[in-house]
């Protein structure tokens, strides 16, 4: 007689039972990391529809935000996390060491005038990066846990709570913002008012947050491939010093351009 228990004992050790366990587990980390980005997304639109709101020379752009395009953000969203599921983990963690080392770069040659339009720009280039970090830093947390589907569906529960209440709180904003200003009626618009220039400093450290516990996972994950310390060294060593000569010619070069920009700005004021 044909029963469930019989069913259990001889289901999970076929092998393709367990590569459809670890293609649904690479789905739900890819799933994850699209969620991240919404998240992301959705803060920094927020930011700039103030921003534009305050600004009389960008209504167009006001306007551009305030459109809605659910259909289009359902695509870019599984678009995402079919693309994260595709790269997996490893060539994720080598995505998140390569944009760290920019982003450090950026950074470092900040200017004191041009900090804030850069930091922005960051934000923006980041994204594909932070779900590579969000897919790879899973990947390692989750690497041998006994209920690790269970746990990436908590983790999914939970982003998907967080990418919805940060939609839900960008449409609000894009929607009500104005008349809950004017008419001083929103606790959540006017909170705004005194801390729309502190939210890209507060992205900042969250994604410095993100991205250091995604450098780790990176790490680790890559170490994993090599059977012992000597190999690894052979890795790492060549990767790191081409990747500071890297980091030594962009802050060269960056500081070059504005040089040059700077005396032709100079010049032609002449």
């Known amino acids: 007689m044909f029963s469930l228990p019989s069913l259990s004992s001889w289901l999970p050790s076929l092998p393709s039972f367990e590569w459809g366990s670890s293609l649904f587990d690479s789905l739900l980390q890819g799933l994850i990391g699209a969620l991240g980005v919404s998240v992301l997304n959705s803060l920094?639109?927020?930011?700039?529809?103030?921003?534009?709101?305050?600004?009389p020379q960008r209504q167009n752009h006001k306007?551009?935000?305030?459109?809605?395009?659910?259909?289009?953000?359902?695509?870019?969203?599984?678009?995402?996390?079919?693309?994260l599921t595709v790269v997996g983990a490893r060539v994720a963690a080598l995505v998140v060491l390569e944009f760290s080392l920019r982003a450090v770069s950026t950074v470092l040659s900040l200017g004191k005038g041009s900090g804030d339009k850069e930091r922005l720009q960051l934000f923006l280039v980041c994204q594909f990066s932070l779900g590579c970090g969000l897919t790879c830093g899973l990947s390692f947390l989750q690497e041998g846990a006994p209920h690790?589907?269970?746990?990436?569906?908590?983790?999914?529960?939970?982003a998907t709570l967080l990418g919805l209440g940060a939609r839900r709180f960008r449409?609000?904003?894009?929607?009500?913002?104005?008349?809950?200003?004017?008419?001083?009626?929103?606790?959540?618009c006017l909170g705004l008012l005194p801390g729309q220039h502190g939210l890209p400093r507060l992205l900042g450290r969250t994604l410095a947050v993100a991205f250091a516990v995604s450098n780790l996972a990176a790490v680790a994950l890559i170490n994993q491939d090599f059977l012992n310390t000597s190999e690894a060294?052979?890795?790492?060593?060549?990767?790191t010093i081409c990747y500071t000569l890297l980091v030594i010619y962009m802050q060269a070069y960056r500081a070059r351009s504005r040089r040059y920009w700077c005396a032709w700005v100079a010049s032609s004021s002449c």
């Open 63 to 83: 306007q551009r935000l305030r459109a809605q395009w659910a259909s289009l953000e359902t695509v870019h969203l599984a678009g995402l996390t079919l693309f």
């Open 44 to 55: 920094l639109k927020v930011y700039f529809f103030v921003a534009c709101v305050n600004d």
């Open 171 to 188: 449409r609000h904003v894009c929607s009500l913002y104005e008349l809950h200003t004017s008419q001083r009626c929103c606790g959540v």
């Open 233 to 239: 060294m052979r890795f790492w060593t060549p990767l």
């Open 148 to 158: 690790r589907t269970l746990n990436l569906l908590l983790s999914l529960g939970l």
